[in-house]
């Protein structure tokens, strides 16, 4: 038997190749009610039209009609890579911080995840074409803007008082470096320079010249007596356990604090540094009462713990006096020229405790080496011999 009517068959074909084919669908995500909504796709098929016609038209004319099988080819629907979708709407958790611009509050970040293993099993268990909700992990920031706002700068991490001594114009110096750095607020993980605030340290910004050391003398110059602001943010640092992150003790042995807690500073290029290494920001509080200069710094303390400083000297060197002719000197008297500093050399610990007393660590903090000068002392020609001149 021989099929004759093509038309019938192609139109035929053309109906059942359209009814057995359909593309595949991908699948779908979206962030709903706390959940990462997933919706499965669904496979494709197709039907090749030439190759069933042909079927079609062998079968009929060999008057097999029972039965047809049509051959199809599925295209299996794409799975999601949960993995690549936990990348691309995860969120880290962001505690609350000051606008590094204006100082106002910022308000923290709410971190979003989910567990990807969660995620593929929900889906797996999911039929083509139907939705599963995966839920969703949200963790909080450890500190909100409300609770930054209370404990802002409320609590004493660390003081310093020293006395100032020395010429009215050493006093007046130490009180502008103070005032430069005084308000400074440091964020989180941000750094102070005491060589910034200072900006060189010139007479336009109102320093005046008082006693400083230069080349192993002591003379005046312009801004002598701003170490004493340095030293004293560094002893309150050191007592409120922040980082030290650059300090350099000065060549001879300071009389305001104890030997080893000192920090220089000099145009030329030492500078004393400290990281803020908290969680919540910091600011420097500094102020000048009579001849006392105090720093506080002030943040938000979380625990009880207090530090301790231990000094520990390691070896002592001491100064000689040496005797110089200088006429200008009336015989039968003696004039200091140049005053004498002994030598040491100290260690020094940083100690934290818990607030019953019990020592948690005892850190290396740094090792001071303070020269010797030798005492100068000018005498007359005239008394020469008396000297073993």
Same mark, same amino acid.
């Given at each position: 038997?021989?099929?004759?009517?093509?038309?019938?068959?192609?139109?035929?074909?053309?109906q059942t190749t359209a009814a057995l084919t359909w593309d595949a669908t991908e699948y779908s995500y979206a962030v709903a009610d706390g959940c990462l909504v997933v919706t499965r796709g669904t496979d494709g098929m197709a039907v090749d039209l030439e190759g069933l016609e042909e079927q079609l038209l062998e079968q009929l004319n060999l008057c097999d009609t029972d039965s047809i099988a049509i051959q199809g080819t599925f295209t299996p629907a794409e799975d999601p890579d949960f993995q690549a979708i936990l990348d691309e709407i995860y969120v880290e958790a962001e505690n609350a911080t000051l606008d590094s611009t204006t100082? #106002?509050?910022?308000?923290g970040v709410t971190g979003v995840s989910f567990d990807v293993e %969660? !995620?593929? *099993? /929900?889906?797996?268990?999911?039929?083509?074409? #139907?939705?599963?909700?995966?839920?969703?992990?949200?963790?909080?920031?450890?500190? %909100? !803007?409300? *609770? /930054?706002?209370?404990?802002?700068?409320?609590?004493?991490l660390g003081e310093c008082t020293t006395y100032v001594s020395g010429t009215s114009n050493r006093l007046s110096n130490v009180a502008l470096a103070g005032q430069l750095c005084n308000g400074i607020i440091l964020l989180p993980g941000e750094t102070f320079s005491y060589a910034a605030q200072m900006n060189g340290c010139t007479e336009s910004m109102g320093f005046l010249p008082a006693p400083s050391y230069v080349g192993g003398l002591t003379v005046d110059s312009i801004g002598g007596g701003v170490c004493q602001g340095s030293s004293t943010i560094y002893t309150a640092v050191l007592y409120a356990n922040l980082e030290v992150v650059q300090r350099r003790n000065h060549t001879y042995a300071v009389s305001y604090l104890p030997l080893g807690s000192d920090a220089m500073y000099s145009s030329s290029g030492s500078d004393f540094q400290f990281r803020n290494n908290t969680d919540y920001p910091i600011k420097l509080d500094i102020s000048v009462s009579g001849r006392y200069?105090?720093?506080?710094?002030?943040?938000?303390?979380?625990?009880?713990?207090?530090?301790?400083m231990e000094f520990n000297t390691l070896s002592t060197t001491a100064y000689s006096t040496v005797y110089k002719?200088?006429?200008?000197?009336?015989?039968?008297?003696?004039?200091?020229?140049?005053?004498?500093?002994?030598?040491?050399?100290?260690e020094a610990y940083r100690c934290v405790y818990s607030a019953d007393g019990t020592l948690i660590s005892r850190t290396y903090e740094s090792t001071s080496t303070y020269s010797k000068r030798d005492q100068v002392i000018l005498v007359n020609s005239a008394d020469a011999a008396q000297y073993g001149l």
């Open positions: 038997m021989y099929f004759s009517n093509p038309d019938y068959l192609t139109g035929l074909v053309e100082y #106002e509050v910022v308000e %969660t !995620a593929q *099993q /929900l889906y797996d268990e999911t039929e083509q074409g #139907e939705s599963c909700s995966i839920p969703l992990i949200y963790t909080e920031p450890d500190i %909100t !803007a409300t *609770q /930054l706002q209370a404990r802002l700068f409320a609590d004493v200069l105090t720093v506080k710094i002030l943040g938000t303390k979380v625990d009880d713990t207090y530090v301790k002719i200088d006429n200008s000197v009336a015989a039968g008297s003696t004039k200091v020229s140049v005053t004498p500093y002994t030598g040491y050399k100290v």
